[in-house]
């Protein structure tokens, strides 16, 4: 089993819906969140940054962690043609030693907004 | 602007020979890192460098080698070991272990 699983999609909406992409962990020691954004032919660019359970919005974007059920989720809403991309989504922990700064990603998902 | 540059952007090679992926960054940032990315597999973690004149194997090192000797600079070389080196790398750096990365635009690896 990988450590972080991800809805690969490909997911394809109409301009304006809600987006919703998940990931889930295996690990419990996971203790920090990150959501990526990759347009075709970049490296990633942070979207959403956190470290508890709950909610974080930040305009049009809202990452919500459950760490009880260890899931994390980013909603997009009235999506636009330019978020049109790869989520990645990523998690971390605090561990010195080997673990220190590493992430482990999601496979990401490819999301299509059409106009 | 600071920023991390990749470069070249698209790289193409003769299988059997090294080929070395250039990163600079100038965030001042203490830690780097290179990943690789492969369709369908997210970023798996190549290499990765705390401070100067030192480095840690990732979850994939087998084929590839580092250096540190500036905290400016973290080139990678895809050695001949490597046995599937097509793929997009990655660089990043990072202020502090669990802190978020900040990317590069990626060099694209082509080997026949």
């Known amino acids: 089993q990988k450590e972080v699983e991800q809805d690969p999609g490909p997911l394809s909406v109409p301009e304006g819906a809600i987006v919703s992409l998940n990931c889930t962990y295996s690990?419990?020691?996971?203790?920090?969140f990150m959501w990526y954004r990759q347009y075709s032919r970049k490296g990633p660019e942070l979207l959403m940054y956190t470290y508890s359970s709950g909610n974080k919005e930040d305009g049009r974007f809202t990452a919500q962690v459950d760490k009880s059920s260890k899931y994390i989720s980013l909603f997009i809403r009235d999506s636009q043609p330019s978020d049109s991309a790869t989520y990645l989504c990523?998690?971390?922990?605090?561990?010195?030693?080997?673990?220190?700064?590493?992430?482990?990603f999601g496979q990401g998902t490819i999301l299509t907004v059409h106009p | 602007d600071g920023g991390i540059t990749q470069s070249p952007k698209y790289l193409f090679r003769k299988e059997g020979q090294n080929v070395t992926l250039s990163c600079e960054q100038n965030l001042n940032h203490d830690a780097m890192y290179w990943y690789r990315q492969d369709p369908g597999q997210g970023l798996r973690l190549i290499y990765y460098s705390q401070i100067v004149n030192d480095f840690q194997k990732g979850d994939i090192a087998e084929g590839y080698s580092v250096s540190r000797e500036k905290k400016e600079s973290f080139p990678l070389t895809v050695t001949s070991a490597q046995k599937n080196p097509t793929a997009f790398y990655l660089c990043?750096?990072?202020?502090?272990?669990?802190?978020?990365?900040?990317f590069g635009n990626g060099t694209r690896l082509t080997v026949t």
């Open positions: 990043a750096s990072s202020a502090l272990p669990q802190s978020p990365l900040h």
């Open positions: 690990n419990s020691a996971f203790q920090y």
């Open positions: 990523a998690v971390t922990n605090n561990a010195g030693g080997t673990s220190y700064g590493k992430l482990t």
